[in-house]
């Protein structure tokens, strides 16, 4: 708290991205989890105060506190990515700031921080920062389960690690796929060169302890202890339950991309909005949105980007119908409000139910040969119409759409052993 303090204080009162981002180092390293969250922020309040009534004295006595861990080769270089965290969380550093970090560093017995250096965020083994991806909405039955599965098999396809992280458990209908899927590549077996890629998957149940804040912190550990079984995963596929919850909220405050399949229908937009359905009018956001502005909004002031919120209209009807054309105009409307991105979703087809059960996505299906027949492959023995094919173009547009591409989906990482 010393350092954070020294570095946030360092020329200019303290700002709300910096109260969130050392709120979001209490949340991250680990070591610090133990210690109670309102305690810490009045030490770090304790050291700013003092620094403002005596600059001098003050800072020589937090510094001192910081000498304590110098030479710590674990405790010294967090300590110093916990500083530059807190410098940087109003943009890039002053000059004071600078020269503050630059202090700590010195006082600690490391050199300052690159100019890119500084996060204190989780990062995968090969230093990309992990994604996030959250499928929320707290209706049921919109595709939430079956738009998570695919992307993860998505990812898994182009090489990636990916975590699957069930935040369902009395439901499971995600940990009941990957379980399917796992029964499969058991079945299917690995002797013929083709292979069945399975996610990282964790399930977590919502604490039932009846005081409210150890609920939230039984909640908030375990999911942190998904996040660090699946600190070597590039992506992090989160599913949430379909109604309002705290392990729903954590998940949205973590969200880089969320995800919100809608049915086509005025009845689903009620998680959106509140609708006048006579004049097909908005009144005002749900307070689904409203979390998710507020979530969005507080990684802004954190210095982070803004959620990247995309709304996927499922069960489209295939013709242009009235009903069809008011809910498309009355999403726009909504898009411009709430500022998300409205992408086309997926049809009603048997095909999802049938593939839940065997564990597979369209992706695990073999593609169509040359002459317009299906072609052989051991990864699968599943066999359909041709209809499947326009189902995996649904698919691959909802890929494309998520803008993956900026993120490295665009290229083939190398594969484990190649």
């Not at 070591?31 to 005596?54: N, P, T, W």
């Not at 030479?71 to 500083?83: H, K, M, N, T, V």
């Not at 409000?337 to 839940?356: A, C, K, S």
Request: hydrophobic content about 45%; charged content about 25%; aromatic content about 4%.
């Amino acid at each position: 708290m010393a350092s954070a303090a020294l570095a946030a204080a360092a020329d200019r009162p303290i700002s709300l991205a910096e109260r969130h981002t050392l709120d979001q180092v209490l949340e991250s390293v680990e070591m610090l989890r133990a210690v109670e969250v309102h305690q810490a922020v009045a030490i770090f309040d304790g050291y700013v105060d003092a620094i403002k009534d005596d600059p001098a004295g003050a800072r020589s006595k937090a510094l001192g506190a910081v000498a304590v861990l110098a030479g710590d080769e674990a405790l010294a270089p967090l300590l110093l990515r916990i500083a530059t965290a807190l410098a940087r969380a109003d943009g890039p550093m002053t000059e004071p700031v600078r020269d503050e970090v630059a202090a700590i560093a010195a006082t600690l017995g490391l050199p300052p921080p690159e100019p890119d250096d500084g996060t204190f965020l989780d990062k995968p083994t090969d230093g990309e920062a992990a994604v996030t991806v959250v499928l929320g909405n707290e209706k049921g039955g919109t595709g939430k389960s079956t738009t998570a599965m695919h992307l993860v098999v998505a990812l898994l396809k182009l090489g990636h690690r990916v975590a699957s992280i069930d935040l369902d458990g009395r439901q499971g209908t995600l940990s009941r796929y990957v379980a399917h899927r796992a029964a499969f590549a058991e079945r299917a077996g690995g002797g013929n060169g083709h292979t069945i890629p399975m996610p990282v998957h964790t399930c977590i149940t919502e604490s039932e302890t009846r005081d409210r804040d150890e609920a939230l912190a039984r909640d908030r550990d375990r999911l942190r202890q998904a996040f660090a079984e699946a600190a070597d995963c590039r992506f992090r596929v989160i599913d949430t339950p379909g109604s309002a919850s705290r392990l729903s909220q954590l998940a949205h405050a973590h969200a880089d991309v969320l995800i919100t399949p809608l049915n086509d229908s005025f009845l689903d937009v009620d998680v959106l909005a509140r609708i006048d359905r006579e004049r097909r009018e908005v009144q005002g956001p749900s307070p689904y949105s409203e979390m998710v502005l507020d979530q969005s909004e507080q990684r802004v002031a954190a210095g982070r980007a803004a959620i990247d919120w995309v709304v996927m209209r499922n069960r489209m009807a295939h013709i242009d119908a009235r009903n069809s054309r008011e809910m498309g105009g009355l999403l726009d409307q909504l898009a411009a409000r709430l500022h998300f991105r409205l992408v086309q979703g997926f049809g009603e087809r048997v095909v999802f139910r049938e593939l839940f059960y065997r564990g597979l996505t369209l992706f695990d299906l073999p593609e169509e040969s040359a002459e317009g027949r299906r072609a052989e492959s051991p990864n699968t023995a599943y066999r359909g119409p041709a209809s499947h094919l326009h189902a995996r173009q649904e698919i691959d547009t909802l890929v494309g759409a998520l803008g993956f591409a900026s993120l490295g989906l665009g290229k083939q990482p190398a594969r484990a052993g190649s």
